[in-house]
């Protein structure tokens, strides 16, 4: 058992770089699609709604499918613009079909976010001559992320669980060695039981250092501090010293 | 006299519609610096709006609003509709007039002393060690300097409230504007926010306050002016306009209000 879990540790390296890439780069479209989606352009709102309604409503793994097998038929094409080297490596159309994807949930959770700022609070940052710059950096932006973070841990997650998806096109990370394990010894259970105890692991990371995220970013949310008492300055001067 | 001196604010001929819905109907205003001027009239009539307009979080369809002698430029947009014509404008303007919600509106990520320091900081660019200075000796003037570090989800109604009283005052307004600062709180609280408001105009600021409380229109402001469906029906010292009402409706008001 021991001996398998570190085999499966092998493919923990890939997991990660996955997770990691997916949902930095990501992040970088949802908030483009967000921008989007909240610009009053009826085009480019038409895009993003499209894009989401697209990316949401299809399986990651036909996703994945389409971009690594689908995408290949279209070889010529992809040589003649250069772009064959990318399409032709599982790795990259992994990590393309994941930030595609995750783009699409995190653009609706950051659109919830900034939609639930108060318009009170907006209204008093403008009535004090807040720009538009200023009201989003000091005002909109901290409130929004404080709200979006727990739905934003819940996609990190989930995100962690979908790079298993792509051992399906090869990849060796933890879930395709695992496959791998099994065709050579047969032992499924005890095999897919450390790769799902692997996934548990780092998600119980993950889970943690989201709540300590948020605990950090919402002491408005806790209860009220104590108040300090003060000691006496020459009885605390005495123990100071 | 106060005819030669600018007014702190001039409003003349306000109109504003939502939709088919004609809310303003032509209001003009003046403030002379230091009046403390109670607007008073029923739900609907347009209070809200009217000074909402005056710091442009209502853009008018017509009009024209100074604000100590400077006039808001507004142009027609291309939906054919009014807009600011210049934001920069309208945001040094808001920067002078600062503004008391009913709900409070308290930033509420950050703590009492950093809602006041905000704008100080951030708007006007002053030093933020003399900014903090400034406002604790407004929290202290207010009474909740004990609470500077406490976010305003753990103050009570009427703290928050002059918190926010707090807030506007470290702009060092030209003008403040209250819309019904006092009708969100428990009674017993309203006191406590009325007695900061009463040591304001004391000091001689100059004052529009939305207001349903009779005593600290008659008692308080200068002049009162009452509104009725986008017009001002009524407008003059609170010792003649309570004794002799010239409206009809000013009057039925009062005897619905005691
Ligand atoms: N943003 C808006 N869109 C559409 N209608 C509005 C808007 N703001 C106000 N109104 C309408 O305009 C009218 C006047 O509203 P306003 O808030 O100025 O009244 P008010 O005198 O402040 O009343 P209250 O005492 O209830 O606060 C109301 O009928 C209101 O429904
Ligand atoms: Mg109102």
Known sequence: MGETFLKLLEGLPLTLKLTFSSVTLGLVVAMALATMRMSGMPALDWFARAYVFVFRGTPLLVQIFLIYYGLGQFRPALQALNLWGFFREPYWCALLALTLNTAAYVSE??????????????????????????????????????????????????????????????????????????????????????????????????????????????????????PVQRLDPAISSGVDR | MTLLSTPAVSVRDLRKSFGSLEVLRGISLDAAEGQVISILGSSGSGKSTMLRCINMLETPDAGEIAIGGEVIALRKGRNGRTEPANRSQVDRIRSRVAMVFQSFNLWSHLTVLENVIEAPIHVQKRPRAECIAEA???????????????????????????????????????????????????????????RVMRSLAEEGRTMLVVTHEMGFARDVSSRVVFLHKGMVEEDGPPGEVFSAPTSPRFRQFISEHR
């Open chain 1, 109 to 226: 959770i950051i659109r919830g976010g900034l939609q639930s700022v108060p318009r009170g609070q907006i209204e008093a940052a403008r009535a004090c001559g807040m720009s538009p710059f200023l009201l989003y950096r000091r005002i909109i932006i901290p409130i929004a992320v404080r709200q979006a973070l727990p739905g934003y841990g819940n996609e990190i997650i989930l995100m962690v669980k979908a790079t298993s998806l792509a051992s399906i096109i090869t990849m060796m990370e933890v879930t395709g060695i695992a496959h791998k394990l099994i065709s050579q010894t047969f032992r499924a259970i005890e095999i897919f039981i450390c790769a799902g105890a692997i996934y548990l692991i780092l998600n119980f990371v993950v889970t943690r250092a989201i709540q300590a995220l948020e605990h950090r970013l919402s002491p408005h949310l806790r209860d009220a501090p104590v």
């Open chain 2, 136 to 194: 604790e000796a407004l929290l202290a003037k207010v009474g909740i300097v004990d609470k500077r570090n406490h976010y305003p989800a753990h103050l009570s109604g009427g703290q928050q409230q002059r918190a926010a009283i707090a807030r506007a005052l470290a702009m060092k307004p030209q003008l403040m504007l209250f819309d019904e600062p006092t009708s969100a709180l428990d009674p017993e609280l309203v006191g406590e926010v009325l």
